[in-house]
């Protein structure tokens, strides 16, 4: 049981969706599509994936370290800092 | 013939294994592994597409743009724009 | 009193640095210095912002969100939401 | 004379607003304004200065670019490397 679990077939459904665009990516190069035409897929993609991340991060506060801070004890603290360099991760990727 | 034909193989090569790191997260969340190693995850394979991005960009700097400048004309201005513009869309996905 | 409190003095030392800097990038413009050269500045002063930014939602998490939670009540489920929405501004900025 | 000259005017006075923006967050922070209120302002700082890298990387795609490619030779090879390497810390910052 994890903090996306209620949202888990969503999310398969939405990664399934990146690697079809991941993959019509490689179509477009191995076909010699217009760079900036592939690039605007990329840039796409890309988003996709942030909305992704955004979404686990969403699930994990609501629940996981909601569940450490009501338990209380040092646990809470090490969640919060874990989702705080998960944030740091995700605006400097 | 685009920016990027020379980079073709290796440029494919990332992105199978792009999608082989989208599937593998795919994998993760039907395991339901924890929400922060699904997080790492995610944000490596963002990383490894803004970094194609940026190898797309780099080889269309290098040639379509370089070419279309060096034959002059209003084909130079509409290029730099165009690449302009795919450049805010990297900056701001 | 809010979640950064604790760590004011050190927050508005690194503004006066970020106006500083953004200062210095108008003088540099203002003399004509080189493009790449200006831009280089300005992705530290970006950077510096992004920086300012992940310490307040660290803070805001430990104290602010962390207190709601362990109250209880429809508070801690706003804090949470209004922490995501506010994380995900930043990864779009 | 740089790529960005015939925009100097209007550049400065995005970059003292951007500035008063950075004296208006200390302000908030020194008057203990809430986190996320302030957080919402470093995002918009944030973007302000993002909008100004784009705009300094546009005029010098534009001009400086445009013209080292025209005199040809090795200047415009290194002018292109710059660039991409300008646009890669733009888009990690």
């Given at each position: 049981?994890q903090g996306?679990?209620?949202?888990?077939?969503?999310?398969?459904?939405?990664?399934?969706?990146?690697?079809?665009?991941?993959?019509?990516?490689?179509?477009?190069?191995?076909?010699?599509?217009?760079?900036?035409?592939?690039?605007?897929?990329?840039?796409?993609?890309?988003?996709?994936?942030?909305?992704?991340?955004?979404?686990?991060?969403?699930e994990h506060?609501k629940h996981c370290v909601t569940d450490?801070?009501?338990?209380?004890?040092?646990?809470?603290?090490?969640?919060?800092?874990?989702?705080?360099?998960?944030?740091?991760?995700?605006?400097?990727?």
């Amino acid at each position: 049981m994890q903090g996306y679990t209620d949202d888990k077939d969503r999310l398969l459904k939405r990664l399934r969706r990146i690697e079809g665009q991941v993959r019509g990516i490689a179509r477009m190069i191995d076909n010699d599509e217009y760079c900036i035409d592939v690039l605007t897929q990329v840039s796409a993609a890309t988003k996709a994936l942030q909305a992704v991340s955004l979404g686990l991060l969403d699930e994990h506060l609501k629940h996981c370290v909601t569940d450490a801070v009501a338990n209380g004890g040092k646990e809470a603290d090490d969640k919060v800092k874990e989702a705080s360099e998960a944030i740091a991760r995700l605006v400097r990727s």
